[in-house]
Structures are given as C-alpha cells and as structure tokens.
C-alpha cells in the first residue's frame, strides 16, 4: 500500500462526502456509478475517482454493492459487520466491529464463500423456527491474498496444504511447470476465492523449501505477513543521489548542542539510535534534553522513499535479523545518532522543579555530537554494581547518570501516583549461536537503565503532543481506550478466586485502581498469572487525530516522537512539530485534508504495528521450538498460563517457553473447559485445572513448521 497525500486525484475524502451526501436520507436508493456520477455533479471525466471511492465506501461498510453493478445505503437494521474466525471442521464464527454485540455463527455452507480473516459484511434474519440466520451480503476485505503451506498431491493434482489450518484443509494449485516435491514449503497468491458451489484455487509462486530446514522456517514467516526483505530501486535511487553530509548552513540554522556531554543509551545489538539525552541541574530543579534523530530532515513527502516507509510503517526486529522501515543508510547512517559524529536531530527540552514537577518545556531544531554509545549493561554497572572499571572508563559522564538516575525516579513516582500501569511480566530473550540458532532463552533484564530510557522517552512524548494540541494543530495521537467494563466482570470471579477485588460500580475503572491491584500481589506467587489476566483485558493501544488520552500510561495526551528511524507516526509527528516550529498557520481546508489523511494514516499505521508485532511473536515462538527441538522426551516444571476449549498452555520454569496440553491427552476422564470459570474440569471426577497451577510435563511432539510444542501432563503439584 502505497501512501497517498491528502490531494490525491484517485479518490479523495471529498470525492466520498459528495457520494454519500447523493445517498442521504434515500437509503432504498439503487444507482450505478455512472448514474452517481451525474448525480453528484462529477466531471465526466471523474467516472475513475467515482469507482474509486466507491470501492473505499465499501470497504468502510459505509455503502453496499448490489446486483448489476448498482449501489446502496446499507440496511443498518439487520446488517453487520465484522471478521471471519474460521474452525478447521468448516463451521465459523464472525467477530463483531461491535465489541459489545454477541459473535455470529457462520454456517459451512456460508463458509464456503470466506476465509479466516476476511471482513465481511452479513444479514442477520430469523428462521421459520424463530431462530437466526447468517448470510454473507459481501466481502469488504480479504484476510489473505498470499498464503504458505506444504505441497501435496492426490491422484495427480497439486495441492497447497495451508500453514494455517483454519484457512483450509487444502486448496487446489493451478497446473504451472514448477513441480514441488511432496512435503517442500510452498508459498502461493490466491488466484480465485471459493464460492457456493466451487472451492478457492491458489497459484504457485515459488518453492521455500524443506520444512526442516531453520532457514525456510524463518523465510515462511517473512513471506506470511507480506515483509519486504529489500527496498525497491526507486528507492535506492533515491536514497544514493540524496547528500548525506551535515553542512555548515544548515548546523548554522540550527541550536548548537555539540558541547553538551549528549548520550544514547541501548541494547548491545541495537545497529540504529534515534534518540539521545542529557540531564542537567538548574536553580529551579533538572532540565532534561531529548534529542530526536531528524529523519523528517531527510525523507520529504510524496517521495518513492516516503511511499515505501508509510507502507512498511514499522521496523520488524526478529531475535536473529532486522527488517527495517528505511534503508540503512539513513536507519544505520546519518540518521543513527552514532558517537563522535554531527547528527542533526529534534530537541525536545523539559524543565522540571527539584520534585519532578514539569513546569516548561520547549523545541527546537539542533545538531548534536554523541559524546557515547552506551548499553543498558555498562549503566547498570555504574548505577548499581558499581563496577569499578566501567566508572573509571565513563569517569567523566558518571555524574550525568547519577543525575539522570535522581530524575528519573521522581518522574516515575509522579507517573505512579496519577496510576501508570506497569505489567512487570518477564520477557524472553534469545541467545544465539554463531549459525543464528538459539543456544539459550533467558530472563530478559531490566534494570533502571532501562527505567531511564523509559521515562525520558514518556516524558518527551508527552510534552511533543501536549505543544502540538495547545497550537491546536491536527495530531497523531497514540491512544489507549480503558477496558471494557463487561471484560473486567469476566475476569473478576477469578481475581475474586485469589482473594482480589475489582472496583465494577462504576462506569469506568481508573488506571489506579488497576494499578493497586498490580501493587497488591507484587512479589507473590499469584503476581504473574494476575498480570496476564489483567492485561488480557486491556485493549490494544493505537494511532488516531483524536486525543482520548492513554490508559496504561495514565496520560490525558500523549504521541509517539521518539522514534522516527522505525515508527511511521512519529515521522508524521516531526512534521506537524515542523509547522509549529515554523508557527505555520493551518487554513480550514488544509486542517480538513489533513484530518482525513490522519485518519487513514492512524488505521494504517496501527494495522502495520500489530502485523510487526504478530510476526515477531511468531518469530520468537519459532525460535523457541527450534531450542526445544532436541529435548523431545525430557521433563520440566512449569506452570498453567492459559485454558481453552481445546487445553491448557504450559510455561516452562526452566526456559521461557509455552507448549500446549491438549485436551485429548488426558485420558483419566473428560474434560471441558468452562470459560467463566477460568477452569477445565473432569466429567466424572471433577479433577480441575486453573492458571496458576504447577505442573509437572513432558515434552511430547513438536513441529517447528508451525511453532507448536505439545506437552504431556505428568503431575500437579500443590
């Protein structure tokens, strides 16, 4: 998906108003696109730009595509909308845009039709027997255009059998020259979806290659979630005729920090620093500098280059690779914040009262020289084991974080008292081999290095989108809604079972109520399946032009500045910062086109985050079976994380690593899940298992193709 400005030709936010305003108030009103072109007063030459934005109306669900081409207001009485969940025994179930609306049963002859993923459109009628009625009306948006899967074949014919067992059991190939082997990695392109009376077919793109090999795994996941592993020439071209040397004009334009001992603090595998700090006392407290690469210095609007980062709208970080959202001569070259180089970047200055108190802020355009290129490791050093050669290797910037240390514990202390939520769930991290192969998975360490960079970062964030609304300037917002009060009654019982209690009277639930109960079992045995129940209950947090505020971080207004080298929205941030730095005036009409683009780009942008954040969890969990891989047979203790309809998921203490126990494996009785309950419970016995519980396992079956583990249950210990 290419990024489209605000005055596209194509189809525009105003080409769309002028089709529905044809539609208001007549919704049994049938028309052709050209009859909607006359209609609306279009050029004769717009007929494109109708069928254009009538494509997007019907994508939104805003309009319907009838018969003969004709097109309609939808029937808001007995139509809705939502995704397709597929089972792999050919029934389905259609999630709801409406959150608080009952999931809809989706027949399999109806299925026929759809695959897991699509969003759809469907009417909801009442039988002859009094009962409901799923009917698809149409398809608004494809779940998969590419699929990956092993090759089969019966009597003769080729067949694609899908890594994702809920798209299909198996999908015919069309006849090509290429003749996998039977069980080799295939990926294809659906080249006709299924309908009432014929079954989808897929086209062969190209062979992976064996399943066993780590490789192929690695490349199946890359190819399933559509990630560009290259740039495309234009975007070469570009980026090679652009200059990439700090002039003296342009350091001359801009607030001079080179002087200032300026440092960036990250991981020991980080390749790109897009951010820099320094911490200074002042008569009235701290003064604390955030300095931003300047990547909007460097990618203009409209360009190839910016075309493709908008698509990619994120980097991608796998625990073996990086797969970028610009080239590396920028992400990695003059963008990167490297040490003892001029760099030009943004600036954000917060003033703070020696009790953590903000009390001004200011912005402006800099050039800084990082004095270091420090690791979360070697601060910790300093800070807390006091390590006597490190001190003495950073003699000169030991007072700097001891300085930044002071600030930022009252920063927290401040962001703690109005309710920040802080999920202290432990991640994995991976430790690999000289091949790429994962040698050991450990406890991912955070330490107040980390809390720094942390509270900086929150805190420059915050300040950029508190400056950006007061000049009432559109924005990007990154937004977090509260939970859902009926997510929270559902999860209550069980908090209730741990001796928890959750404060529903109220409409709303606050951050700090949350937080207390967070604080509460800190330290105990509970504290961890606490944490994952509560945060199960959150919703996601995402981009949008309207400030609601964020929950988890108890901020009234907040955005994403800091990282404009691998976040597309903070980019979009750097330039409405440029406007206002500027003190750029925004006439009504650009305000209008710039709240439409917002909007797109706030839906895009958020889709792309969660398809990173889906492949890198993929790609971690794929990294973990290939570890596991040669410990089939042995035993572990562990612990229960989560039930379902078919098992329950099992966390080993040993390694950070979840299998499944499935239901089918335990044989003394049968067992169902009962959801409200958070249990699974025997029929004859009424043995139980909950989160939390310890267990004791075996690893019984893996298949790295799939990232699957699967445990047997040996014991429960009390």
Known sequence: MARKSATATSESPQARKKICDVFKGKPRLRLTPVEIARKGGFKKDDLQIVIDSLRRLVREGRMVRLKKNHYGLPDSDNLMIGRVHAHPDGYGFLILDDKSAVDLYLNRREMRRVMHGDRIMVRVDRNKRGGLETHIVQVLERGHKRLIGSYDEI???????????????????????????????????????????????????????????????????????????????????????????????????????????????DGERARDFDDAVHVRKTDAGYELYVCIADVAYYVSPATALDQEAYSRGTSVYFPDRAIPMLPEALSNGICSLNPHEDRLTKTACIEYSFNGEVIGSRFFNSVIRSRERMTYTDVRRILVDRDRPTIERYKDLVPQFELMEELTLLIFEKRKARGNLDFDLPEAEIILDIQGMPEDIIRAERNIAHRIIEEFMIAANEAVARHL????????????????????????????????????????????????????ARGKPEERVLNRVLLRAMKQALYQPENIGHFGLASRCYTHFTSPIRRYPDLIVHRMLDKALRDEKVTS???????????????????????????????????????????????????????????????????????????????????????????????????????????????????????EIDFELISVHS
Do not use: W
Not at 628 to 649: A, V
């Open 469 to 520: 609304t007061a000049r009432q300037l559109p924005a990007l917002y990154r937004v977090h809604e509260g939970p859902e009060k009926e997510s929270l009654e559902a999860v209550a019982p069980f908090l209730l079972s741990l001796g928890y209690r959750l404060p529903l009277k109220k409409d709303k639930i606050a951050p700090l109520e949350i937080q207390k109960l967070l604080e509460a």
């Open 589 to 707: 009409a650009e305000r209008e086109n710039l709240s439409s683009y917002l909007v797109e780009a706030g839906k895009h942008t958020s889709e792309r985050e969660r398809n990173a954040m889906d492949a890198e969890r993929e790609m971690v969990a794929l990294k973990k079976t290939q570890f596991m891989m040669d410990k089939i047979g042995e035993e572990y203790n562990g612990f229960i994380t989560s039930l379902t309809n078919f098992g329950f998921f099992v966390e080993l203490d040993s390694y950070f690593v979840e299998g499944l126990v499935k239901i089918g494996s335990l044989t003394d009785d049968d067992y169902y899940y009962h959801e409200k309950e958070y249990l699974i419970k025997g029929l004859r016995q009424g043995r139980k298992f909950r989160l939390g519980d310890n267990v004791r396992v075996k690893v019984a079956r893996i298949n790295a193709f799939r990232s």
């Open 155 to 265: 009597e003769g014919h080729g067949y694609l059998v899908p890594m994702d067992p809920r798209i299909a059991p198996v999908i015919p190939l069309t006849q090509g020259h290429a003749r996998p082997e039977k069980g080799q990695i295939i990926a294809s392109e659906i080249s006709r979806y299924g309908s009432a009376t014929s079954p989808p077919q897929a086209e062969l793109l190209k062979v992976i290659g064996n399943p066993d090999d780590p490789e192929v795994q690695v490349q199946s996941i890359v190819f399933r979630y559509g990630l560009s592993t290259s740039f495309p020439p234009e975007v070469h071209r570009e980026t090679s005729s652009a200059s990439f040397l700090v002039s003296g004009d342009e350091i001359a334009s801009r607030t001079d920090l080179r002087a200032l001992p300026i440092v960036t603090i």
